[in-house]
């Protein structure tokens, strides 16, 4: 029994399951574009057969080297609060480092041995942030701060929120964050909206490889394409990237910059808290001793000043309902905060926030429409448009196509 599990869990976790490729033929438009000779010199292949090829890779094992570049364009103050600053210090916590990755270049060493053994490092000069799977445990430790982070790989430490029965997302499976399950996950969710073809050939981390491109049929999206380059050899993703429809340099991207499929060795995964560290268990985090542990940032937790604005939203309907407007790449959603206050009431407000008056002024240009008037909080990834009667439009559409949606809304 306890075999066929770790089977169907190895497969689930570190594989595309086949079927994306028989669903991909049937839903999504093939361009009929080959590998060319922009690179190294490979035997041609078709959009369908690298598709296959990255399903059909069971790659377990490896050591390297990877590099997670964003830039999103972010205004300074915005920049700041989602800590752009680096990885390390502060708390131990996975959910504290995930929003500091939001912009900059940030370099880790990675292991893997199987759906049971992972280890990021992530490097900031000569402080470091590790995050270990090994078995049933997940360690997290900031170097800066000597704290330490403990939870159960299975859920049962910290695995539910305080006597709600809410389960929360497990940090091992956070660890998938690697270009491989970043590749997987954007195949699977390819839909009719997608065009998917094959680009120029390319070398990574001194390796041959594909590239599958895959485009935005619909106009109004800030994403130009997504380049994922296939290892020739093994099938396994390399390197992740993400461009604007606006051209540039990429908006996001992640690969690796030195890879071994070699098995990891037998002590790579082994961690003990340096004497003296804090440690911080799950349970504790998630009984409220320390923070909401396992707590999914919502479109406006993701920027603390516009939380502040609206008054917070809590997606519970009424104040917070979320709607979705649109589809594929030009999905927009629509909250609606239940603040009713209007924009221009906040900044003659002395009893206002402080962070919703911060907040309010590195805003772009105010705009109008049938949806009345707002304004605009613009990245090369993600707009969002906060409107006067409180209500927040939030997509990876451009302001044109945001300010359309909204009208269209009314």
Not at 29 to 38: C, D, E, H, K, Q
Not at 48 to 75: F, N, W, Y
Not at 264 to 280: E, L, N, Q, R, Y
């Amino acid at each position: 029994m306890a075999a066929n599990t770790k089977t169907s869990r190895k497969a689930a976790r570190y594989a595309v399951p086949v079927a994306v490729a028989g669903i991909a033929a049937a839903t999504v438009a093939m361009v009929p574009a080959f590998a060319n000779a922009g690179g190294p010199d490979l035997p041609e292949v078709t959009a369908q057969q690298l598709i296959e090829k990255v399903a059909a890779s069971d790659v377990q094992q490896l050591t390297g080297t990877a590099r997670l570049s964003t830039d999103l364009g972010l205004p300074t103050l915005a920049s700041g609060l989602l800590g752009g600053g680096g990885v390390a210090g502060g708390s131990a916590d996975p959910q504290d480092k995930v929003a500091q990755l939001a912009n900059g270049t940030h370099t880790f060493r990675v292991a893997a041995d199987g759906p049971d053994r992972q280890k990021l490092t992530f490097l900031d000069g000569k402080d470091e942030y590790t995050l270990v799977h090994n078995g049933t445990d997940v360690w997290g430790y900031d170097s800066k701060s000597n704290e330490a982070f403990h939870e159960k790989a299975d859920g049962k430490d910290g695995g539910k929120d305080a006597g709600k029965g809410k389960e929360h997302p497990k940090t091992a499976d956070r660890l998938a964050a690697s270009p491989q399950q970043m590749a997987q996950d954007l195949i699977k969710q390819a839909g009719p909206t997608t065009d998917i073809g094959v680009g120029d050939t390319a070398q990574v981390a001194g390796r041959d490889a594909y590239q599958l491109v895959l485009k935005p049929k619909q106009s109004g999206s800030t994403v130009g394409s997504v380049r994922i380059a296939v290892d020739a050899k093994n099938g396994v993703p390399l390197r992740v990237q993400l461009l604007s429809s606006q051209g540039g340099k990429p908006i996001a991207e992640a690969g690796f910059t030195q890879v071994d499929f070699a098995k990891p060795g037998a002590d790579a995964f082994s961690f003990t808290p340096p004497k003296g560290a804090k440690v911080t268990e799950g349970a504790d985090k998630a009984a409220g001793k320390g923070g909401e542990h396992g707590k999914e940032f919502g479109p406006l937790e993701a920027f603390p000043g516009l939380d502040a604005l609206t008054g917070g939203a809590d997606g519970k309907g009424g104040k917070g309902d979320v709607k979705v407007l649109g589809e594929g790449w030009a999905t927009v959603a629509r909250i609606d905060t239940g603040a009713g206050k209007n924009l221009s009431d906040i900044e003659k407000d002395k009893n206002a926030p402080k962070e919703a008056k911060q907040f309010l002024n590195s805003l772009g240009d105010k705009v109008t429409g049938k949806f009345g008037e707002g304004r605009i909080f613009s990245t090369r990834l993600v707009n969002a448009l906060i409107t006067d009667d409180g209500k927040v439009y939030v997509g990876a559409v451009t302001k044109d196509q945001l300010v359309k949606t909204a009208d269209s809304a009314k």
